[in-house]
């Protein structure tokens, strides 16, 4: 508890753009969030008060993070468990508790978990050689997909082979690896809710999440033609996987729909998520404040929408980077599209780098789609993709 003002104080482990969002959210509601981060120059550390530098593999800085603290949660998945198990054993709230967290972390267990649980997944295998991938493929078909069971997002980690050449040469690199079926997809989906400890659950509409190069690009929210049963059963698909994995937070179910009409479990993430970044300007509460309200045990805010169609869009760094400065891009984004709302993280700029996003809301998805694209291109490369000039 902060003495100052008898309100709560938060730790997130690490200092990335999830934690500075989520100290965004802790302003309004009057709280303090503490975050632990590796460097002073991590988006984070760059504008919360109270920061502590050290390292999320390091028990001793996990505690001075902790200190005072009512929750202790995260903008990432990489703590070990056996770390948050001793704070646990020492004492001090840790939402989403090391149980939970491991369905996250470690993709194998994950798996292993919802097909217990009878859950739709992809079929899947763990592999301590490349005769299990020929195994596997042989009963199901080349290409297959191997991923590194810890680790890895945006695409890294991820690899589709048409044969197992490259298995021998990850595993010998110490790179625990499952195989899975390809899944012939027509899109892919999230549902984003958040848990409260004892278990009141508030669930965000089924978005659709645009990829490139295994990078989410946009995301439209509600998902675009998901009929009212389908956008159902996906919530409570989600709902069902929140209360067997006990998470307390945030719970990210990333989907992919098949031809054939099913929705098979991609990942888990428990924490805020890209995929919900929407929500901050497009729903009536955004995703960080809810997962401050969850890990605090504060009933959970409405997730209606606020107008039938919102994009987000990712700002990607361009490449080359672009010779004008962020400033003067912000400055003819705005021009042309005031109704844009633009989140920039305060990183530096590098080629594909998520260094912030672009949500825009309307009546039509096509429209609205279009003109946050269009917004979030400008930003990272400072062109109209369209050719539209101010002169």
């Excluded at 902790?66 to 001793?86: I, Q």
């Excluded at 646990?88 to 090391?98: L, N, Q, R, S």
């Excluded at 012939?184 to 984003?192: G, I, K, N, S, T």
Aim: glycine share 10%; proline share 6%; hydrophobic share 45%.
């Amino acid at each position: 508890m902060d003495e100052r003002t008898g309100l709560p104080v938060v730790a997130m482990v690490g200092g990335g753009q999830l934690a500075r969002m989520t100290h965004q959210a802790a302003i309004a509601l009057g709280q303090s969030l503490r975050v632990l981060a590796l460097h002073p120059d991590e988006p984070a550390a760059m504008v919360a008060p109270d920061v502590v530098i050290g390292d999320h593999r390091d028990l001793d800085a996990l505690r001075r993070a902790a200190v005072g603290a009512e929750a202790l949660t995260f903008d990432h998945e990489h703590v070990p468990g056996e770390l948050l198990s001793r704070l646990v054993a020492e004492g001090v709230t840790v939402h989403p508790g090391p149980e939970a967290l491991l369905h996250a972390q470690d993709k194998l267990v994950m798996r292993r978990r919802l097909a217990e649980l009878g859950e739709p997944v992809p079929a899947f295998a763990p592999v301590s050689s490349a005769a299990d991938v020929d195994a596997f493929a042989a009963e199901h078909g080349w290409p297959v997909v191997l991923k590194a069971v810890r680790g890895g997002y945006d695409g890294r980690g991820v690899w589709i082979v048409g044969d197992s050449g490259i298995v021998d040469e990850l595993l010998e690199a110490g790179t625990p690896l499952m195989v899975e079926r390809r899944v012939e997809l027509v899109r892919e989906l999230a549902v984003v809710l958040a848990r409260s400890p004892f278990g009141q659950v508030a669930v965000y509409p089924a978005v659709e999440t645009v990829q490139r190069d295994g990078i989410n690009t946009e995301v439209l929210a509600p998902a675009p033609g998901l009929s009212e049963d389908a956008a159902e059963e996906v919530g409570e698909l989600a709902i069902r996987i929140a209360a067997a994995t006990g998470v307390v937070g945030l719970l990210a179910v990333e989907l992919f729909e098949t031809p054939d009409g099913r929705f098979l479990v991609n990942e888990l993430a428990m924490r805020p998520h890209n995929s919900a970044h929407w929500s901050m300007d497009g729903a009536v509460t955004g995703q960080f404040e809810q997962h401050l309200r969850a890990v605090l045990d504060y009933p959970l805010g409405s997730t209606a929408v606020l107008r039938p169609a919102c994009v987000m869009a990712n700002v990607l760094g361009g490449d080359p980077v672009p010779t004008t400065g962020p400033d003067e891009r912000l400055h003819h984004t705005f021009a042309r599209f005031p109704e844009a709302r633009v989140h920039l993280y305060g990183k530096s700029e590098r080629p594909g780098r998520k260094i912030g996003h672009v949500t825009i809301t309307g009546d039509d998805m096509d429209e609205v789609r279009r003109r946050a694209r269009l917004a979030a291109d400008h930003l990272a490369t400072g062109v109209w993709t369209d050719g539209w000039s101010a002169h």
